[in-house]
């Protein structure tokens, strides 16, 4: 009996092209399975720190036409509102397909310079053109914010006049999406405003000695205690008036928060300064620098701070941050080289 002769089965050549295709969730279920993915696999930006939020993003950036994965890696969560990174925005509106020029630039200098987005849709006869400098930066207080204001603060007047120009132009492209760099900023505004506002008095000299020169109570209450004689003199007013407040102020003590389980309190922002100024100098690791910094009270504090005069302990509690955010920073290759 002759053996019976084998042969490999045939294989199909290998083919190349082809359109690649995003992977598009069919039904909640699914987007929730493919957040848990992304979110274990720690391929998502670290403000969509829940499985919950990854798949907010990828249902808001289906809405404005972006993939899942484009969707996680382009979109923040802002005081929990999804949000578009500065440099998705022209992406997405040139897929639109509505723009017909679109162009940024720089003009002036120093606390002159301004960054220009200009930008033209088309079937529309008009332009928009949108401006963000350093004089709009300073009166936000965004210059000195720690962070990319300070390290790029060039690219975030771009992204400031970008966001400005394209929600203008394009809303139903957007679809009110935030940007995030705008809510960030949004966000420090707001905290800053919020400290100065609770240490500006709410009693004026006028007020006191309009109370003064009221007449004297009815006899409807005879009860009532006698008006009190409160000289009319208007600077005299206003000095007791400053030193009551200086009292107040006094007694209210700076908080400071170390950690989530660790908040201290302080009778004066030297008092302040020199713990923080000290345990600072301690800590290990850059997200630990980062969270006590980033903190809305701490920054606060800060602000309160300096509308009480105390810029130099402010100051102070800045510097050493910075200072121990160079030590904690890895050295550059060169410097690697250079050493060795």
């Known amino acids: 009996m002759s053996k019976a002769i084998t042969t490999a089965p045939q294989q199909a050549p290998l083919q190349a092209g082809g359109k690649i295709r995003a992977i598009i969730p069919q039904d909640a279920e699914q987007a929730f399975r493919m957040a848990q993915g ?7 930006p670290h403000t969509l720190d829940s499985p919950q939020k990854v798949v907010t993003a990828i249902f808001a950036g289906l809405e404005i036409g972006l993939t899942p994965f484009q969707a996680v890696q382009s979109m923040a969560m802002i005081n929990n509102r999804p949000s578009l990174w500065g440099d998705a925005l022209p992406a ?4 639109s397909g509505l723009v ?14 301004t960054a220009v987005c200009r930008v033209k849709r088309k079937g529309v006869d008009s332009e928009c053109e949108r401006r963000f400098g350093v004089e709009d930066a300073k009166r936000a207080g965004l210059l000195g914010k720690k962070g990319p204001w300070q390290q790029y603060p060039k690219r975030m007047l771009q992204i400031r006049a970008r966001a ?3 929600r203008d132009t394009f809303p139903d492209v957007l679809r009110g999406i935030g940007v995030a760099e705008e809510q960030q900023d949004i966000a420090y505004e707001a905290e800053v405003i919020s400290a100065r506002d609770a240490d500006t008095p709410r009693v004026t000299a006028a007020a006191m000695i309009q109370q003064a020169e009221r007449a004297p109570l009815s006899d409807v209450e005879p009860e009532a205690e006698p008006a009190v004689d409160v000289p009319a003199a208007e600077p005299e007013i206003a000095e007791a008036i400053t ?7 006094a007694s209210v003590p700076y908080v400071w928060h170390y950690s989530p389980k660790r908040t201290v309190e302080y009778d004066t922002a030297e008092a302040m300064r020199a713990e923080v100024v000290r345990i600072v100098a301690g800590v290990k690791s850059m997200p630990a ?8 009270d701490n920054q606060q504090q800060l602000a309160r701070a300096c509308n009480e005069g ?4 402010a100051e ?4 050493a941050f910075d200072a121990r955010e160079k030590e904690l920073q890895p050295p550059l290759e060169a410097d690697l080289l250079d050493a060795g």
């Open 289 to 296: 620098l980062n969270g006590m910094w980033e903190h809305p």
């Open 38 to 44: 992304f979110y274990e696999a720690g391929m998502v």
């Open 92 to 95: 997405l509106v040139y897929g």
């Open 100 to 113: 017909e020029d679109f162009d940024e630039r720089f003009i002036g200098k120093d606390d002159s310079l």
């Open 164 to 166: 400005w120009a394209l």
């Open 316 to 319: 102070a509690i800045r510097a």
């Open 310 to 313: 105390q810029e130099h302990d």
């Open 243 to 249: 030193e009551a407040v200086k009292e107040a102020k």
